[in-house]
């Protein structure tokens, strides 16, 4: 939808006060540490864009609090490049760029404000490849520091680092499948079956280029096969989200015009490991 559409669809142009304003209303707070993830066609035309939305949440959290999104890398190798013909795959080796924090781009599919955040001044960015993440804040560098290499969505995690900070998660017009702190949940969850994947990919280590191999819940297909408790079609963090909400664990309300929520980082944890186990089994 192009600007003057968007500004046929809304009361005005959305502005960092107004999105301050709104995001204040439905809950969050002076001092938070947020993970946020969002659409920023839902919130209606934002005037500044990803500057405006990023400076509004800096607004409301202040000096005190920290923003959170998960980055990725958006040029990593792709997992099956060992399976391609020997002379594409020993090119790749020899000529594939290793993940700089500060250089490599996030991952394009997470929407535009990831970029935007990792590239603002004081922004900190984990160091694994694949699942990194980045913060901008009081709390920033305690919640990037020594991302494990292995199971990075597990204990020690930034995931888990958000949740011991009392943390809180933002879908700001984002859909409910969204909901990245999922994994972590999936990742502690004891149920059977759960799906891991392992990788290479190219690190810096002590200023040299370094494949490393890497292991992971399968965050991309699902770390369990949910086709029995979830309707064909659907992906299981929009059900599970929807549970919360239908349980009253869910602040909601309008930022803009995007559909917003507002979880607690520690109830998303501890209500999706018990889904999973019950829906599941325990192993």
């Known amino acids: 939808m192009d600007e003057l559409a968007l500004l046929k669809h809304s009361d005005g142009p959305v502005t960092r006060d107004r999105i301050a304003r709104d995001l204040t209303a439905l809950g969050l707070a002076e001092g938070d540490v947020v993970m946020f993830h969002t659409r920023m066609s839902a919130i209606g035309y934002v005037s500044g864009g990803t500057r405006t939305v990023i400076d509004a949440l800096l607004d409301v959290v202040g000096e005190r609090g920290t923003l959170m999104v998960t980055c990725g890398w958006n040029d990593a190798p792709p997992y099956d490049f060992t399976g391609w013909p020997r002379p594409w795959r020993e090119a790749l080796r020899e000529g594939h760029p290793a993940y700089d924090p500060e250089l490599s781009e996030a991952d394009h599919a997470n929407g535009r404000l990831p970029e935007a955040l990792r590239r603002r001044p004081g922004a900190v960015r984990s160091r694994h490849p694949d699942a990194s993440f980045a913060a ?148």
């Open 136 to 283: 901008l804040g009081a709390s920033a560098a305690e919640l990037m520091a020594d991302h494990p290499w292995d199971d990075p969505h597990g204990p020690g995690s930034p995931l888990a680092r958000l949740v011991a900070a009392g943390g809180r998660v933002l879908l700001l017009g984002a859909p409910l499948d969204t909901l990245t702190l999922l994994h972590h949940a999936e990742a502690l969850a004891d149920a059977p079956g759960k799906r891991f994947v392992e990788y290479e990919q190219p690190i810096l280590v002590d200023g040299e280029r370094v494949w490393r191999r890497f292991r992971d819940i399968d965050s991309e297909d699902g770390a369990f096969d949910y086709s029995s408790v979830v309707p064909e079609g659907r992906w299981p963090f929009a059900v599970i989200a929807e549970e919360m909400i239908a349980a009253g664990m869910v602040r909601r309300g309008l930022v803009g015009a995007a559909d917003s929520h507002l979880f607690e980082a520690g109830d998303v944890v501890r209500f999706g490991v018990a889904w999973m186990e019950e829906k599941l089994g325990r192993s």
